[in-house]
């Protein structure tokens, strides 16, 4: 396609899978990533492009969505006909005990992308397509199953800067004709999902036990109900609606919903175990605000450009069991894990 992409949040691991995708189709992808003491690249190891090999199709630059300056020089370097904007402090809990840090990231760090966008648009007189990130968390506790034209119900510091960063995409689309879109993604997972999450909590945990690593697992609320799908799928819609004639918003979800409960009988019934004889609730883990149910209602995305989620819910939980598993046994043989 000979088109260039540009991803904030490249290193996680929607990031990861997006930019698989994009190689794939032929794009220049191009991803911002954080200084770190250390490497934070591991889910992007294996398609890593070295900086001195003629032809490479990615480059890493170092930036961050609270630092415009950094943000303009990276859209001149990169010259994108496309940006999807991943980048986030996503971690409900922590929004929790860092929101201000949060809000600026995920809230004013759009607002600065867009605005460097629009800038950069203004005087190169290139087209940019926007890939805004939403999330299901911004619903809240909105009755179920929830569409686009649900009304936000946000119940966390991370839900209502989402919210925020989703009405300033749709006030620069109006207000200066962008192709900016809104995509509303329900709770997606894979192996290279993040270990604080719950669900990477489980099958991690899960394959330490299955080794002889680890005795217990200590939770949180077991009976909220999310709609959980597989990354890899999530990914493909986000590249779809950039493609289309029009922008617009859309939720990208399931359609089922089940609980954590039900995620952790799933996992351990994989491996033959009960889960009741290794995991404990410590209130800890529960939410000052909790959401209790997620479904969404992908309608639109489908009538509009026909995606549909390929992974059931089984099929993702076995995927990211069989995973930990694996990652559990090199780490009980003395093994360095694997990059990704």
């Avoid at 990130?133 to 209502?160: D, I």
């Avoid at 549909?308 to 819910?313: D, G, I, L, R, V």
């Amino acid at each position: 396609m000979n088109k260039s992409a540009l991803i904030t949040g490249i290193t996680g691991q929607d990031g990861s899978y997006l930019t698989e995708l994009l190689l794939a189709k032929g794009y220049t992808v191009h991803g911002i990533i954080r200084r770190s003491s250390s490497f934070n690249t591991a889910r992007i190891d294996h398609i890593y492009q070295d900086r001195h090999l003629a032809g490479r199709h990615l480059n890493l630059h170092y930036g961050d969505l609270t630092d415009s300056t950094g943000l303009r020089r990276i859209l001149e370097i990169a010259q994108p006909d496309e940006v999807y904007n991943l980048g986030a402090q996503s971690h409900v809990k922590v929004s929790f005990e860092n929101p201000e840090y949060t809000a600026d990231s995920v809230a004013v760090g759009t607002l600065r992308l867009l605005d460097s966008i629009r800038d950069y648009m203004a005087h190169s007189t290139r087209q940019v397509h926007f890939y805004q990130a939403g999330s299901s968390e911004m619903f809240g506790a909105a009755k179920p199953p929830q569409s686009e034209a649900t009304p936000f119900y946000p119940r966390s510091p991370y839900a209502v800067a989402k919210v925020a960063a989703h009405w300033w995409a749709v006030n620069y689309r109006e207000a200066y004709s962008l192709f900016i879109c809104n995509g509303i993604l329900f709770i997606h997972e894979s192996p290279r999902r993040g270990e604080t999450f719950v669900t990477r909590k489980i099958t991690r945990a899960l394959g330490r036990i299955k080794v002889g690593l680890q005795k217990k697992l200590y939770l949180g609320n077991l009976d909220s109900r999310r709609d959980w799908g597989f990354a890899g799928d999530y990914v493909e819609a986000m590249w779809m609606m950039l493609q289309q004639p029009e922008p617009g918003d859309f939720v990208v979800a399931t359609g089922e919903a089940y609980s954590v409960r039900q995620f952790l009988e799933e996992a351990f019934r994989y491996l033959n175990l009960d889960w009741n004889e290794y995991v404990e609730i410590d209130p800890q883990y529960f939410r000052p605000t909790e959401v209790d149910y997620l479904l969404g209602d992908p309608t639109k995305a489908t009538k509009t450009f026909g995606w549909k989620p390929k992974t059931s819910f089984r099929r993702l939980v076995r995927m990211m069991v069989d995973a930990d598993v694996k990652l559990a046994e090199i780490e009980s043989s003395g093994k360095p894990p694997p990059s990704s």
